[in-house]
Protein backbone atom coordinates (compact mmCIF):
# COMPACT_ATOMS: atom_id res chain seq x y z
CA UNK A 1 0.00 0.00 0.00
CA UNK A 2 1.22 3.54 -0.74
CA UNK A 3 2.62 5.55 2.47
CA UNK A 4 2.27 9.06 0.17
CA UNK A 5 -0.80 11.33 2.16
CA UNK A 6 -3.52 12.41 -0.16
CA UNK A 7 -3.37 15.81 -0.97
CA UNK A 8 -7.03 17.57 -1.22
CA UNK A 9 -7.31 20.76 -2.95
CA UNK A 10 -11.26 21.69 -1.93
CA UNK A 11 -11.67 23.78 -5.18
CA UNK A 12 -10.34 21.23 -7.94
CA UNK A 13 -12.16 18.51 -6.14
CA UNK A 14 -15.08 19.82 -5.06
CA UNK A 15 -16.11 22.36 -7.40
CA UNK A 16 -13.60 23.85 -10.66
CA UNK A 17 -15.79 27.17 -10.09
CA UNK A 18 -13.83 28.17 -7.34
CA UNK A 19 -10.58 26.25 -7.44
CA UNK A 20 -8.79 30.03 -7.41
CA UNK A 21 -10.71 31.28 -4.67
CA UNK A 22 -8.86 32.41 -1.10
CA UNK A 23 -11.72 31.77 0.85
CA UNK A 24 -13.74 28.74 0.63
CA UNK A 25 -16.85 27.91 2.78
CA UNK A 26 -19.40 25.54 2.71
CA UNK A 27 -22.24 23.62 4.41
CA UNK A 28 -20.69 20.56 6.26
CA UNK A 29 -23.38 18.47 5.57
CA UNK A 30 -23.21 18.38 1.74
CA UNK A 31 -18.85 18.61 1.88
CA UNK A 32 -20.28 15.15 3.96
CA UNK A 33 -22.30 14.17 0.68
CA UNK A 34 -19.33 14.52 -1.52
CA UNK A 35 -16.44 13.41 0.81
CA UNK A 36 -18.19 11.32 3.43
CA UNK A 37 -18.25 11.35 6.75
CA UNK A 38 -15.09 9.11 7.45
CA UNK A 39 -11.69 11.01 6.03
CA UNK A 40 -8.85 8.96 5.53
CA UNK A 41 -5.50 10.44 6.77
CA UNK A 42 -4.96 13.46 3.84
CA UNK A 43 -3.74 17.15 3.90
CA UNK A 44 -4.55 20.12 2.31
CA UNK A 45 -1.65 21.92 1.04
CA UNK A 46 -0.91 26.03 1.68
CA UNK A 47 -4.60 25.72 3.06
CA UNK A 48 -5.90 26.23 6.60
CA UNK A 49 -8.98 24.08 7.17
CA UNK A 50 -11.76 24.39 9.72
CA UNK A 51 -14.47 22.23 10.56
CA UNK A 52 -17.39 23.78 12.55
CA UNK A 53 -19.43 22.04 13.78
CA UNK A 54 -22.69 23.16 15.85
CA UNK A 55 -24.43 19.52 16.14
CA UNK A 56 -22.31 16.04 16.37
CA UNK A 57 -19.18 15.02 17.43
CA UNK A 58 -16.28 13.69 15.96
CA UNK A 59 -13.28 11.33 16.30
CA UNK A 60 -10.08 13.34 14.87
CA UNK A 61 -6.37 12.50 14.26
CA UNK A 62 -4.60 15.81 13.93
CA UNK A 63 -0.90 14.59 13.31
CA UNK A 64 0.04 12.38 16.43
CA UNK A 65 -2.54 13.81 18.55
CA UNK A 66 -6.20 11.94 18.73
CA UNK A 67 -9.54 13.25 19.97
CA UNK A 68 -13.08 12.54 20.92
CA UNK A 69 -14.65 16.19 20.88
CA UNK A 70 -18.30 16.91 20.74
CA UNK A 71 -20.11 19.64 19.53
CA UNK A 72 -20.43 23.22 19.65
CA UNK A 73 -16.54 22.82 18.79
CA UNK A 74 -14.10 23.80 16.00
CA UNK A 75 -10.98 21.74 15.31
CA UNK A 76 -8.41 23.70 12.57
CA UNK A 77 -6.00 22.21 10.41
CA UNK A 78 -2.71 24.23 9.43
CA UNK A 79 -1.05 23.61 6.18
CA UNK A 80 -0.01 20.40 4.78
CA UNK A 81 -1.10 18.88 8.42
CA UNK A 82 -1.96 15.46 8.46
CA UNK A 83 -5.22 14.98 9.58
CA UNK A 84 -8.03 12.49 9.38
CA UNK A 85 -11.76 11.94 11.10
CA UNK A 86 -14.92 10.56 11.33
CA UNK A 87 -18.09 12.71 11.77
CA UNK A 88 -21.31 11.68 13.29
CA UNK A 89 -24.71 11.41 10.78
CA UNK A 90 -26.11 13.76 13.16
CA UNK A 91 -22.97 16.38 12.83
CA UNK A 92 -23.95 20.27 11.19
CA UNK A 93 -21.84 23.08 10.58
CA UNK A 94 -19.35 24.95 8.15
CA UNK A 95 -16.03 23.65 6.57
CA UNK A 96 -13.56 26.82 6.41
CA UNK A 97 -11.14 26.90 3.64
CA UNK A 98 -8.61 29.87 3.74
CA UNK A 99 -5.35 30.25 1.28
CA UNK A 100 -2.22 30.74 3.69
CA UNK A 101 -0.86 34.23 2.72
CA UNK A 102 -4.70 35.32 3.65
CA UNK A 103 -3.78 34.51 7.64
CA UNK A 104 -0.13 34.99 6.96
CA UNK A 105 -0.71 38.68 5.92
CA UNK A 106 -2.92 38.98 9.13
CA UNK A 107 -0.60 36.91 11.56
CA UNK A 108 2.31 39.90 10.29
CA UNK A 109 -0.23 42.83 11.08
CA UNK A 110 -0.86 41.92 14.91
CA UNK A 111 2.08 43.28 16.83
CA UNK A 112 1.89 40.45 20.13
CA UNK A 113 2.39 37.37 17.18
CA UNK A 114 0.08 36.02 19.40
CA UNK A 115 -2.41 34.81 16.88
CA UNK A 116 0.32 33.49 14.58
CA UNK A 117 1.52 30.88 17.84
CA UNK A 118 -2.64 30.27 18.38
CA UNK A 119 -3.09 29.58 14.37
CA UNK A 120 -0.30 27.98 13.02
CA UNK A 121 -0.64 24.82 15.07
CA UNK A 122 -3.31 21.88 14.99
CA UNK A 123 -6.00 22.63 17.51
CA UNK A 124 -9.10 20.97 18.40
CA UNK A 125 -11.65 23.34 20.61
CA UNK A 126 -14.67 22.39 22.51
CA UNK A 127 -16.87 25.60 23.06
CA UNK A 128 -19.27 23.77 25.43
CA UNK A 129 -18.36 25.83 29.09
CA UNK A 130 -16.28 28.62 27.31
CA UNK A 131 -16.85 31.93 26.82
CA UNK A 132 -20.48 31.78 25.18
CA UNK A 133 -20.70 35.29 23.60
CA UNK A 134 -17.24 34.60 22.02
CA UNK A 135 -18.62 31.46 20.45
CA UNK A 136 -21.53 32.82 19.26
CA UNK A 137 -19.36 35.30 17.30
CA UNK A 138 -17.77 32.78 15.35
CA UNK A 139 -20.58 30.82 14.83
CA UNK A 140 -22.34 34.17 13.16
CA UNK A 141 -18.83 34.82 11.72
CA UNK A 142 -19.47 31.65 10.13
CA UNK A 143 -22.77 31.93 8.92
CA UNK A 144 -22.01 35.18 7.51
CA UNK A 145 -18.65 33.92 5.24
CA UNK A 146 -21.08 30.91 4.02
CA UNK A 147 -23.98 33.37 2.93
CA UNK A 148 -21.56 35.69 1.30
CA UNK A 149 -19.68 32.90 -0.53
CA UNK A 150 -22.70 31.58 -2.20
CA UNK A 151 -23.57 34.97 -3.41
CA UNK A 152 -21.92 37.23 -6.27
CA UNK A 153 -22.93 40.56 -5.16
CA UNK A 154 -20.31 43.59 -5.09
CA UNK A 155 -17.58 43.31 -2.53
CA UNK A 156 -17.92 39.83 -2.34
CA UNK A 157 -14.19 39.30 -1.78
CA UNK A 158 -13.44 42.17 0.68
CA UNK A 159 -16.54 40.72 2.83
CA UNK A 160 -15.28 37.21 2.39
CA UNK A 161 -11.66 38.49 3.63
CA UNK A 162 -12.78 41.06 6.12
CA UNK A 163 -14.92 38.22 7.65
CA UNK A 164 -12.43 35.57 7.46
CA UNK A 165 -10.25 37.37 9.85
CA UNK A 166 -12.84 38.29 12.47
CA UNK A 167 -13.14 34.55 12.46
CA UNK A 168 -10.21 33.69 12.76
CA UNK A 169 -9.17 36.11 15.24
CA UNK A 170 -12.36 34.42 17.08
CA UNK A 171 -10.50 31.10 17.30
CA UNK A 172 -7.35 32.40 18.23
CA UNK A 173 -9.45 34.14 21.12
CA UNK A 174 -11.21 30.86 22.03
CA UNK A 175 -8.19 28.79 21.84
CA UNK A 176 -6.50 30.51 24.55
CA UNK A 177 -9.49 30.77 26.91
CA UNK A 178 -10.79 27.26 26.94
CA UNK A 179 -7.94 25.26 25.97
CA UNK A 180 -7.67 21.67 23.79
CA UNK A 181 -10.01 19.31 24.45
CA UNK A 182 -8.16 16.13 25.42
CA UNK A 183 -5.87 13.66 23.79
CA UNK A 184 -7.12 9.99 23.45
CA UNK A 185 -4.64 7.28 24.36
CA UNK A 186 -4.18 5.18 21.40
CA UNK A 187 -2.42 2.22 20.12
CA UNK A 188 -0.42 3.43 17.26
CA UNK A 189 -0.42 -0.19 16.03
CA UNK A 190 -4.59 -0.05 15.92
CA UNK A 191 -4.58 3.17 14.44
CA UNK A 192 -2.30 1.73 11.33
CA UNK A 193 -4.14 -1.13 11.02
CA UNK A 194 -7.15 1.51 10.74
CA UNK A 195 -5.61 3.42 7.99
CA UNK A 196 -4.67 0.20 6.47
CA UNK A 197 -8.77 -1.26 6.48
CA UNK A 198 -9.59 2.65 4.91
CA UNK A 199 -7.05 2.04 2.10
CA UNK A 200 -8.88 -1.40 1.27
CA UNK A 201 -11.79 -0.36 1.76
CA UNK A 202 -11.28 2.29 -1.10
CA UNK A 203 -9.53 0.33 -3.23
CA UNK A 204 -12.43 -2.72 -3.47
CA UNK A 205 -15.30 -0.97 -2.06
CA UNK A 206 -16.87 -1.64 -5.56
CA UNK A 207 -15.80 -5.15 -5.40
CA UNK A 208 -18.21 -5.83 -2.29
CA UNK A 209 -15.62 -7.76 -0.29
CA UNK A 210 -16.89 -9.76 2.33
CA UNK A 211 -15.20 -8.54 6.22
CA UNK A 212 -13.63 -11.89 6.03
CA UNK A 213 -11.44 -11.24 3.22
CA UNK A 214 -10.55 -7.71 4.41
CA UNK A 215 -9.38 -9.01 8.03
CA UNK A 216 -7.38 -11.60 6.07
CA UNK A 217 -5.59 -9.31 3.86
CA UNK A 218 -4.65 -7.40 7.04
CA UNK A 219 -3.89 -10.62 8.59
CA UNK A 220 -6.60 -10.40 11.55
CA UNK A 221 -9.55 -11.97 12.15
CA UNK A 222 -13.07 -9.94 11.77
CA UNK A 223 -13.27 -9.88 15.24
CA UNK A 224 -9.94 -8.54 16.01
CA UNK A 225 -10.58 -5.86 13.12
CA UNK A 226 -14.40 -4.72 14.63
CA UNK A 227 -12.74 -4.61 17.77
CA UNK A 228 -9.82 -1.81 16.34
CA UNK A 229 -13.06 -0.23 14.19
CA UNK A 230 -14.47 0.47 17.25
CA UNK A 231 -11.55 1.71 19.70
CA UNK A 232 -10.22 4.34 17.11
CA UNK A 233 -13.71 5.71 15.46
CA UNK A 234 -16.48 4.30 17.52
CA UNK A 235 -17.47 2.55 14.04
CA UNK A 236 -18.24 -1.42 13.49
CA UNK A 237 -16.27 -2.54 10.64
CA UNK A 238 -18.96 -3.88 8.49
CA UNK A 239 -20.45 -0.18 8.76
CA UNK A 240 -17.55 1.75 7.39
CA UNK A 241 -17.37 -0.87 4.22
CA UNK A 242 -20.99 0.39 3.40
CA UNK A 243 -20.84 3.68 4.09
CA UNK A 244 -17.68 3.82 1.86
CA UNK A 245 -20.18 2.56 -0.70
CA UNK A 246 -23.13 4.83 0.56
CA UNK A 247 -21.28 7.84 -0.04
CA UNK A 248 -19.94 7.15 -3.88
CA UNK A 249 -24.13 6.19 -4.19
CA UNK A 250 -25.03 9.88 -2.86
CA UNK A 251 -22.19 11.63 -4.26
CA UNK A 252 -22.81 11.00 -7.96
CA UNK A 253 -26.58 10.47 -7.28
CA UNK A 254 -25.73 14.37 -6.52
CA UNK A 255 -23.49 15.60 -8.80
CA UNK A 256 -23.99 13.29 -11.82
CA UNK A 257 -26.19 12.92 -14.27
CA UNK A 258 -25.93 8.99 -14.37
CA UNK A 259 -29.18 6.83 -13.97
CA UNK A 260 -30.29 4.86 -10.62
CA UNK A 261 -29.35 1.58 -12.74
CA UNK A 262 -26.15 3.07 -13.99
CA UNK A 263 -25.09 4.14 -10.52
CA UNK A 264 -25.87 0.65 -9.50
CA UNK A 265 -23.86 -1.28 -12.04
CA UNK A 266 -20.83 1.34 -11.46
CA UNK A 267 -21.35 0.27 -7.76
CA UNK A 268 -20.20 -3.48 -8.98
CA UNK A 269 -24.37 -4.25 -7.89
CA UNK A 270 -25.58 -7.22 -10.40
CA UNK A 271 -29.14 -6.02 -9.13
CA UNK A 272 -30.56 -2.63 -9.15
CA UNK A 273 -33.06 -3.91 -6.83
CA UNK A 274 -30.67 -4.82 -4.24
CA UNK A 275 -28.99 -1.80 -4.86
CA UNK A 276 -32.15 0.00 -4.24
CA UNK A 277 -32.93 -1.90 -0.94
CA UNK A 278 -29.63 -1.51 0.22
CA UNK A 279 -29.91 2.53 -0.41
CA UNK A 280 -33.77 2.57 1.59
CA UNK A 281 -32.35 1.00 4.02
CA UNK A 282 -29.03 2.89 5.06
CA UNK A 283 -30.53 6.69 3.51
CA UNK A 284 -34.03 6.28 4.72
CA UNK A 285 -35.23 6.76 1.24
CA UNK A 286 -35.16 4.93 -2.27
CA UNK A 287 -31.99 6.62 -4.59
CA UNK A 288 -34.61 8.68 -6.87
CA UNK A 289 -36.21 10.02 -4.07
CA UNK A 290 -33.28 10.64 -2.36
CA UNK A 291 -31.96 12.88 -5.19
CA UNK A 292 -34.89 14.77 -5.78
CA UNK A 293 -34.19 15.65 -1.76
CA UNK A 294 -30.70 16.45 -2.01
CA UNK A 295 -30.93 18.42 -4.92
CA UNK A 296 -34.10 20.64 -3.44
CA UNK A 297 -31.71 21.59 -0.99
CA UNK A 298 -28.83 22.78 -3.01
CA UNK A 299 -28.83 26.27 -3.95
Not at 205 to 217: G, I
Not at 279 to 296: D, I, L, T, V
Request: net charge neutral; proline share 4%.
Amino acid sequence: MSSAILNIDVGRTYDLRHEDVEVHCEILGRMADFFGRNMVAHRHARVFQVHLLARGEVHLRLDDSYYHAKAPLFFLTPPSMTHAFVISDDAEGYVLSVRQNVLWDLFSEEPTGLLGQRLNQPLCIELQGGDADEAKRLFDYCGLIRTEFAASNPGRDLNLLALTRLGFVSMARLASSSGPSPNRALRQVDVKMFQDFNQLIEAHFREHWQLARYAAELKLTETRLNDICRRVADIPSKRLVHDRVLQEAKRLLLFSSASVTEIAYGLGFVDVSYFSRFFRRHARAAPGEWREQAQARTP
